[in-house]
């Protein structure tokens, strides 16, 4: 059985955060999930919008697991409000390949008020691409959300993921009292973090030179 084809505990995790923060979430008018797998979180993101038109966009890596969520979405289209757009599409996180992909979405890079990801099996070797990819994602302006449940590959990537978001501008604040010290693959599978952009990302450039 292929990943993308059975629902992770973090896409639980992540679709439990959302509706308990419901109220938040409603202030994001344009959202991109990575990584999304089933699509699971993204569909419940998609039925959590009330008056406010909401664009949603699932990506994946995987062919297969596109088609999947494209089955997923049109099996549960009765559920999503009228005022919601979902659409779904292949998005993978190496360079060149990530470029090719941007160019095709329905939303272009930088347009999303927050990127959601869950259960992302990252490495050493990944975590950059990975990070690099929400971070052209995101809105330029201060206030884009990345809001990351879940994250498989230990104590490694999971310090690398902040890291990573520290150097893209993006401020960890939730947990409010920060992250586990010394996590362990575990803890790291159980935490929620919402990340921030604070500053433009023209600014952060600028900074940078």
């Known amino acids: 059985m292929h990943t993308s084809a059975q629902v992770w505990p973090g896409s639980q995790l992540l679709s439990e955060y959302l509706v308990s923060n419901a ?3 409603a202030n994001y008018r344009s959202v991109c999930e990575v990584g999304a797998g089933t699509g699971m979180a993204g569909l419940v993101c998609a039925m959590l919008a009330t008056a406010h038109s909401r664009e949603l966009v699932l990506t994946d890596g995987a062919a297969e697991a596109c088609g999947l969520m494209q089955h997923n979405l049109d099996l549960n289209e009765g559920c999503v409000p009228d005022s919601v757009r979902v659409k779904v599409a292949r998005l993978r996180w190496g360079e060149e390949e990530r470029e090719r992909d941007l160019a095709k979405l329905p939303g272009p890079a930088g347009y999303f008020d927050a990127v959601l990801a869950s259960d992302c099996a990252l490495s050493s070797s990944t975590v950059g691409d990975f990070v690099r990819t929400v971070n052209r994602l995101l809105r330029a302006d201060a206030g884009a959300t990345f809001i990351c449940v879940a994250i498989m590959g230990g104590a490694a990537a999971f310090d690398g993921v902040l890291e990573e978001c520290s ?12 992250p586990p010290s010394e996590p362990t693959s575990t803890t790291a599978r159980r935490v929620v973090l919402r990340f921030q952009r604070q500053t433009s990302a023209e600014e952060n450039r600028q900074t940078e030179i």
């Not at 150097?167 to 920060?178: T, V």
């Open 167 to 178: 150097s893209c501008g993006l401020r960890l604040i939730e947990p409010a009292n920060g």
């Open 23 to 25: 109220a938040t979430m």
